[in-house]
């Protein structure tokens, strides 16, 4: 099996020209053809030897790899599914806004952290994706040229596979890769301690933090990281950090019927959150087979948001997309799976 080329340095893309009797400098080279020019082909590199992609192809690949199903929604919400490894698929959706075109990507397949409401979690775990894999679904997507706009918010916990989420970053943010702002990126997360220092320590990009219920023991019961990690050791680590510039932290609230969209929750809200600039995102539910909550009614929604704003957080209820077409995360690769047991 080939390497792939997608998501190596410009000084790792030298050591294999090295290797492959090409000069050093040929790494740049590489490396403007692989994220500036976007080839899919050693062969479209016209600016090496002919020998040198010859020996290149020997060993490498660039890697890109098609999605084997998309699904478009009536709001312009398009949803990838992309192959991983033995029956597994991952999921990416770009959500079109007036000149914006956001990507929501994944970081692995599956997800360990088992959250009672998500989809991902009930498939298991499948592995971490290689930063090639994360990098491919902003490569390989129709959009690929006017995304922009990037949320590591699909299928997995990104900061459990830190180490490649970094990477596909430094590709998106360097100057040698797409050139993007840190601006343009947020990372959210259900709160993993040691790897969310080293992400706040280590990027600039924004952070949404998944919350959903400020009361502890119940937040425990329906996402069991609370256990490990205390929503509320989150929040102190978030305080030690700067946002009140360009760089900002929101936390995700999906509210849900009857179990944390009382007026108690907004006020433990209140007090957990005082005085840290950010903003909270209430969420519509996208209902799901055998779990027992549904959302909220907008008018408890809009109830809920109108207490938080009125005790000095800033809160929205944030716009519900591609619900026809399984967007919630897991979904479509969950239906996917299905398909390919029964056959």
Known sequence: MKERLLGKTPSELSEIALSSGLPAFAGKQMA????????GDIEQMTNLSKAGRQALMEKYEVGLVAPIDVQTSRDGTRKYLFP??????????????QDRKTLCV??????????????????????NLSAADILNQFFAVDEAAQLTN????GMGEPLDNWENVKRAIEVLTAPWGLAWSPKRIT???????????QFLDESRCHLAVSLHNPFPEE???????QKAWSITEVVRLVRQYDFTGQRRVSFEYTVFEGWNDSPRHADELLRLLRGLECRVNLIRFHKIPDFPYGTAPDKVMEAFRDRLNAGGLTATI???????????CGLLAGKHAENKNEL
Request: glycine share 12%.
């Open 32 to 39: 403007q053809w692989l994220y500036q020019k976007r080839v």
């Open 84 to 97: 991983f490894g033995e029956g597994s698929g991952i999921e990416a959706v770009m959500i079109p806004d």
């Open 150 to 153: 990037a949320v590591f918010m």
């Open 219 to 225: 937040r425990a019961r329906m996402m069991p990281v």
């Open 106 to 127: 994944s970081s692995q397949a599956g997800c360990k952290m088992n959250c009672r409401f998500c989809m991902t979690g009930r498939q298991g775990f499948h592995g």
């Open 318 to 328: 944030r716009a519900s997309r591609g619900e026809d077409i399984y967007a919630a």
């Open 187 to 197: 990372l959210s997360t259900i709160g993993v301690l040691p790897k969310l220092k």
